[in-house]
């Protein structure tokens, strides 16, 4: 029965890749070697999505249909992680495999920072394009460009063309840095060669107004940094001149970005494609197109969110009407968790209300306590994963070796491990063990728990209102008993903290930061 489900489903992804003329045997044969079936894989990335963010993973004052019909239709996954609890790191992970922590230069960039992946380095396009894949970027790079001065009026590179993607069409850094500019394949969108873009981060440009110097100019008010260039009355991070034609619409972003998926999947489905539609929401400046903006009642951080969803209930519209969905793995997931405050007051601290973006876990953004790395995470692709859930610890940073496995190669070179079949649904063991990174500091997820070695500097950080996961001694939970991280278990089970120390070391090694080695042992 579930052969012949198998040869109906293969037969669908033959036909999508243009193969309906193959002799009939040849289908038969193919199914028997289920490595050959080279989806098209998409991940859908979100950028600080918190762990309660969407209804399927409890939100109640918010409702997500679209990313939930990935969840019932899907896997969904209770313990997946980011890396790290910010972007870059994670982002690093993701497409490299490789720890952000073993490159010293894996922390948020500017905008103006070189590119963070060697050109020589493994990566996930890399590995799937040697497969024979198509590949894209659409959306927030954050990764670096170029090899130090960018100059911004000429193709910028190395970027993401150079590391493995055919196509890219991105955002240099985040929503709130500059440059305010689309780059397609390196070149800024609808540059006026009489208007040339310069960017600096350290000094303004003589005569331009600024968020901190001109409030007059600024609609959504800056609460901490952003107050730099402002461009479209936002308070941005960095300065930059020129390029007014190029500027970017910050309402008009996730339409834009919609549109440019949608059209890389119409215009490659002839051959297997990778696409990493990495989207802006809902990092700051919330700015929700018109048609979302008031609809979550929570203020713009829940309307963009909303906004998202509607998103990607359009994409995954595009791959069905284009035949596609069958024959596409979709992995949704979220760079980090969640943050309210990040830098403007935009109602996200008052209008919270009920909505728990953390979904119960302790910390957020920036934190080394689970909800800064614990991230909604979603495989589905239709006809071949089942539907459930799944408790294994799996990383983003694990789809590298495991989607080689699926398109029939392997990657050893990096941190990543295959489990592939606890992305399938088949096993429902994940990685026994996972290095978690927020702001430089590093903590171990092993089995259950979760140890925590001890950190100096803040405890918490009042402007974004999170717990940073630092303490002065040793942390550890047991996460699956106690979700909210309340109980610390450190000195009470003394030889399960032995053991997850001795653990984490032989991972990271024994100067894993430069706090004395505690009174331990
Ligand atoms: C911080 C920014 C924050 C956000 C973050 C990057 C300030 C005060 N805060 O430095 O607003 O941009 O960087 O977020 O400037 S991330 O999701 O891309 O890592
Ligand atoms: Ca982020």
Redesign the pocket.
Known sequence: MKKTLNLVVLSFALVAFGCKDKPKEKQEVAVEESKDVKPNVVVIYL??LGYGDISSYGATELSTPNIDALASGGLKFTNGYASSA???P?RYALLTGMYPWRNKDAK?LPGTAPLLISTEQQTLPKMLKSQGYQTAIVG?W?LGLGTGTVNWNERVSPGPNEVGFDEAYILA??Q??VPTVYIDNGNVVGLDPKDPIEVDYETNFEGEPTAIDNPEMVDMKWH???NNSIVNGIGR?GFMKGGDAAKWSDVDMADHFLAKAQDYVKTHKNSPFFLYYAMQQP??PRTPHPRFAGKSGLGPRGDVILEADWCIGEFVKTLKEEGLLENTLIVFSS??GP?LN???YDDAVEKIGKHDPKGGLRGG?YSLFEAGTRVPFITYWKNHIKPGVSDAIVCQMDLLASLADLVGTEDKTTDSKDILETFLGKTDKGRDNLVIEATSRTALRSGDWLMIPPYKGKVYQE??DIETGSSPDFQLYNVKEDKGQQNNLAKSKPEKLQEMVAEFEAIRGKNYNNIQQLKLR
């Open positions: 950028d600080d910010t972007c870059t994670s948020i927030k954050h850094a985040t709130d840095r901490h940094g952003h991070i990092h700051v760079d980090n943050v990040d830098g403007y953004k402007k974004v």
